[in-house]
């Protein structure tokens, strides 16, 4: 194993063993123990994606309607709001640590605009 995949394999662990990932877990293990809930919540996160990266075909109005409804009914379940702000700093935490190493590395990448 290279030191790299070593270093690699050590960020995971500390990732696992962190706060945020250790959140994460128990509030998706939460939102499993209601029949369904799981997969109204990633109806609402699939209905989410879909808006912010489609560009075609897409009545932006109705969508953004129907992603309002939907949030406002499962938001008022503690479980699904626990969930979505672990996954948010779940989220965040490794945005960070890509941003590091991206701003770390020196890559000689044109100018594509």
Same mark, same amino acid.
């Given at each position: 194993m290279s030191f790299i995949d070593t270093c690699t394999e050590m960020l995971i662990s500390a990732i696992k063993n962190g706060n945020s990932y250790r959140q994460y877990c128990a509030a998706l293990?939460?939102?499993k123990k *209601?029949? %369904?809930l799981k997969e109204q919540v990633d109806?609402? @996160? @699939? &209905?989410n994606y879909q808006i =912010?990266? =489609?560009? *075609?075909?897409?009545? &932006?109005?109705t969508d953004l309607e129907n &992603?309002?409804?939907?949030?406002?009914? &499962?938001?008022?379940?503690? #479980?699904v709001n626990q969930f979505l702000d672990a #996954?948010?700093?779940l989220c965040r =935490?490794?945005?960070?640590i890509s941003a590091a190493v991206h =701003? %770390?590395?020196y890559l000689d990448i044109p100018d594509l605009s």
């Open positions: 293990e939460e939102i *209601t029949p %369904g109806e609402l @996160r @699939r &209905l =912010q990266n =489609q560009s *075609t075909d897409i009545n &932006l109005d &992603l309002d409804e939907k949030m406002e009914k &499962l938001c008022r379940i503690v #479980e #996954e948010m700093a =935490q490794l945005q960070e =701003q %770390g590395i």
